[in-house]
């Protein structure tokens, strides 16, 4: 297998196993225990179910380590479309792993807690869930950001399907809208499933063809060199 068409399979692998992680760790584990502004509720569901929680955390983990991986992975694809442009949507994605990750320090904490009096610790358990969650949401921004810019890259370059770049470019967007809402609405709880909806929908659709493009398809030699080329006019054009 050809250099390239092996690093296209092992990024599909790469955010096929985000996907899974992710979904499990926060849809399936973090938001069925977690009870927005009711500390002591939300302590007593991981009290339950700690072995599940603890299991998400480290789902999270997994999450972290991978997306680092899938920063250089995606940049080695896509720097035929553009060095600097890559680079900065690689750098982006791993600045947002990195601020993911120290979100996810807070999770930890609360793993190591002793749960025997719920009451006592109710407080600080929601103080960290709410901490990681700002941290994500802060850093979803940088990671729409990169979406949009990798959407730039493959709708230019086409090296992927142009339709998977402008679904990764509507996704980014989506993600700006949703953090900004989180931040700047009070009643964000309102509209949650809605600005939720705005996000999901492309990113979902995008980078699962994306995923499965990279697995099934990849990116080849010739498609690499012609978007060399396409790029070379586009800079002797500005020239």
Partial sequence: MKKLQRTSRQAGFAYLAIFFSAIFANFMVLQELWVPSDALSTTQNIAENRNAFNWGVVAFAFTYVVDIILSYLLFVLF????????????VLRFVYTYIFGIGIIALF?????????????????????????RYWTGGLLLFGTHLGILGILIYRSRLAPRAIG???????????IDGGAQFLLPNYAEYKSVFELIVIIPAVIGELALTLFLLFKGISRDRELSSAQRNEKRLDLRS
């Avoid at 720097?79 to 690689?90: D, H, I, K, P, T």
């Avoid at 190591?112 to 929601?126: G, T, Y």
């Fill in 79 to 90: 720097r035929s479309a553009g060095v600097w442009m890559a680079a900065l949507s690689s």
């Fill in 109 to 133: 904490k609360i793993s190591m807690m002793d749960f025997h009096v719920i009451e006592s610790v109710a407080d600080i358990v929601l103080l960290h869930i709410e901490r990681f969650n």
């Fill in 166 to 176: 402008v679904l990764l470019m509507l996704a980014g967007l989506g993600y700006w």
